[in-house]
């Protein structure tokens, strides 16, 4: 057997990576882009997918060559008490504001799908459901089954988008240039969608999570050249399929509406009009499940993630039944549900911020990752070549330009969500 079927026989953390970031953040910001700007914006998902991949090979190797994941190693590599102090904030910070802002798009996106089915039913009614859910399986810790059948509903979901897209019959030329020629229409809130794609791709708790589950799938093992060839090509396959799932939802979007923008996309049942040309009838609730399992699964891993993270940095480990993990997680899970319940605007519209949100947040820990990767001595000599350098440095720098280009639409997109 070749060594790259080996290797495709140990996929696994990079499909967790994957399967993260195509949420409801992922369909609904996608969906909304396609609508109001066609095949425009697609350079976006390209270069995100692409800096998922560089930034999470980095994350992964960290896992494989220390066995610990970020956290811990910002830990173990800062000793000074002044720098740990900094670092924990730093940590703390980016991940549990940008958590809480993904659980709120996440319970948004369970209500979205529900309301999808279930049409004119009350939100609360709904957030309150959903956040029961999520608490009482992380209590159990025994949610995995459970998250195992969300994520196969938000794979199917991914299937059929890829199928529409193809069935649809986009004009490849269209496709190709919005892939390839980055441009951005003078049109309102471009930026916004940029950096929304960005920031629903790239997410920053989902590096935390990488080099956590690498640590202990190939952590163990002695022949960390080949494992970490093996992660690179877990980490190219399954994430760059999740890209291309994104770009579909995208393309089959910029068909179904037709450049009719947001107007049209305030509900569930109204994204649901993309899955038509397969679907049929059964369009809606197809979409309405897989929207559910999507925000669904992600209520679950989402706070999850900002406790182990925070539980690294800050020394107390990953024990589930920790009662300072147990009250990280449950309190980004009760500032989502708040958020849900008492902001005035819709959830399409929370969701779309939550993913910018996001895209703020995400030059910090990457800064964080890349300084931890360099230091040759504590990589044990795995630490970054030149080339991995300069893709992470570009990474780094265009996301920082497009959060800083996009500052103001994101400051009238906050005004609006707080006055609904």
Not at 47 to 73: C, D, N, R, W
Not at 156 to 173: C, D
Not at 237 to 263: N, Q
Request: charged share 10%; glycine share 12%; proline share 3%.
């Amino acid at each position: 057997m070749s060594s790259f079927m080996k290797r495709l026989k140990q996929v696994g953390p990079g499909a967790v990576v994957a399967a993260a970031f195509i949420g409801p953040g992922t369909v609904t910001t996608c969906t909304v882009s396609g609508a109001s700007y066609g095949y425009t914006l697609l350079w976006a998902l390209l270069f995100s997918t692409l800096s998922v991949i560089i930034l999470q090979s980095m994350a992964s190797k960290l896992g494989i060559v220390k066995k610990i994941g970020l956290g811990e190693a910002l830990r173990e590599k800062y000793t000074n008490n002044t720098v740990r102090i900094l670092l924990a904030i730093l940590v703390i910070g980016a991940v549990f504001i940008g958590n809480v802002a993904y659980e709120t798009g996440n319970i948004s996106g369970g209500i979205l799908g529900l309301q999808a089915i279930w049409p004119n039913t009350n939100k609360i009614m709904w957030a309150v459901i959903v956040f029961a859910i999520a608490v009482g399986l992380l209590l159990s810790g025994k949610y995995e089954v459970i998250e195992r059948v969300l994520t196969g509903m938000v794979v199917l979901m991914g299937v059929l988008f890829l199928i529409t897209a193809i069935a649809v019959g986009p004009n490849l030329g269209e496709v190709l240039k919005g892939l390839f020629v980055p441009r951005v229409p003078q049109m309102n809130r471009a930026w916004f969608y940029v950096t929304g794609l960005i920031g629903t791709t790239v997410v920053p708790y989902n590096i935390y999570l990488h080099a956590a589950s690498s640590a202990k799938k190939w952590g163990q093992d002695e022949e960390k050249e080949e494992s970490i060839k093996t992660s690179l090509t877990d980490s190219i396959l399954s994430i760059g399929l999740g890209g291309i799932i994104s770009m579909c939802i995208v393309i089959t979007a910029s068909v179904a509406y037709d450049g009719s923008g947001t107007a049209a996309i305030s509900s569930g049942a109204a994204m649901a009009q993309q899955l038509t040309p397969i679907l049929g009838g059964w369009a809606t609730a197809a979409f309405g499940i897989g929207l559910f399992a999507a925000g669904m699964s992600s209520a679950i891993t989402a706070p999850l993630a900002a406790a182990f993270a925070s539980s690294g940095i800050l020394g107390w480990g990953e024990d589930m039944k920790n009662r300072k993990l147990q009250a990280i997680w449950g309190i980004v899970l009760c500032f989502g549900l708040v958020a849900v319940c008492t902001l005035g605007a819709s959830p399409t519209e929370i969701i779309l911020f939550a993913q910018a949100a996001n895209a703020f947040l995400l030059p910090i820990t990457a800064i964080l990752l890349m300084l931890v990767s360099n230091d040759r001595e504590f990589m044990e000599g795995h630490s970054n070549g030149a080339v991995l350098n300069a893709l992470g440095i570009l990474v780094v720098a265009v996301a920082l330009l497009i959060a800083f280009r996009n500052m103001t639409a994101f400051t009238e997109s906050f005004q609006k969500l707080i006055g609904g």
